[in-house]
Antibody, heavy 119, light 108 residues
Framework: QVQLQESGPGLVKPSQTLSLTCTVS??????????WSWIRQPAGKGLQYLGR???????HYDPSLKSRVTISMDTSMNQFSLSLSSVTAADTAMYYC???????????WGQGTLVTVSP | SSELTQDPAVSVALGQTVRITCQGD??????ASWYQQKPGQAPVVVIF???NRPSGIPDRFIGSTSGSTAYLTITGAQAEDEADYYC???????????FGGGTKLTVL
């Protein structure tokens, strides 16, 4: 069974870049069957899709964040990463990586990592 | 704002049936899926692609769609079903995933 694990700094200063990595085990991100996605959730609020990357390297981002988000992958490490630039306090949230299907549902999630944006 | 609209809160008596709704134009075209999230935990999919249950999800969870509304029905709600529930589908253009705002289910 595939497992996903987020890692990265828990504290980022305003205007800086948030960088997180998702390590996948129990399955290859090169399998071509799934999309690899990032989703976030501010405390007490709902889920927000940030974007995804496919095996081919093609990406798609939520239009509201498109100018600040980059998702990349390292197939040799079986990892994919999130970069969010020019962060503000509004980017404080729990960040999840997830495996998505072509029908845009998410069958496997990481446990999440809390990122706080603060001076 | 989300393209999928959910009621913020719903309650159900123990053992009774409850229906959680998710409204949005994209549901007419694309499958809806449903997630259960308990405090401090990551979401777990309970229904995917309209009415498919992952292994381990009880058959009391049922998904359906009518027009622009998707439904998650829980028949014989149990105390452990108390959680936040989120629907998910694609945006109206079909290009990316969107989530509803979530429904907090209380089992009385």
């Amino acid at each position: 069974q595939v497992q996903l694990q987020e890692s990265g700094p828990g504290l980022v200063k305003p205007s800086q870049t948030l960088s997180l990595t998702c390590t996948v085990s129990g399955g290859s991100i090169s399998s071509g069957l799934y999309y690899w996605s990032w989703i976030r959730q501010p405390a007490g609020k709902g889920l927000q899709y940030l974007g995804r990357i496919y095996t081919s390297g093609s990406t798609h981002y939520d239009p509201s964040l498109k100018s600040r988000v980059t998702i990349s992958m390292d197939t040799s490490m079986n990892q994919f990463s999130l970069s969010l630039s020019s962060v503000t306090a509004a980017d404080t949230a729990m960040y999840y990586c997830a495996r998505g299907s072509t029908s845009s549902w998410f069958g496997s999630w990481g446990q999440g990592t809390l990122v706080t944006v603060s001076p | 704002s989300s393209e999928l609209t959910q009621d913020p809160a719903v309650s159900v008596a123990l053992g009774q049936t409850v229906r959680i709704t998710c409204q949005g134009d994209s549901v007419r075209t694309y499958y809806a899926s449903w997630y259960q999230q308990k405090p401090g935990q990551a979401p777990v999919v309970v229904i995917f692609a309209k009415n498919n249950r992952p292994s381990g999800i009880p058959d009391r969870f049922i998904g359906s769609t009518s027009g622009s509304t998707a439904y998650l029905t829980i028949t014989g709600a149990q105390a452990e079903d108390e959680a936040d529930y989120y629907c998910n589908s694609r945006d109206s253009s079909g290009n990316y995933a969107v989530f509803g705002g979530g429904t907090k289910l209380t089992v009385l």
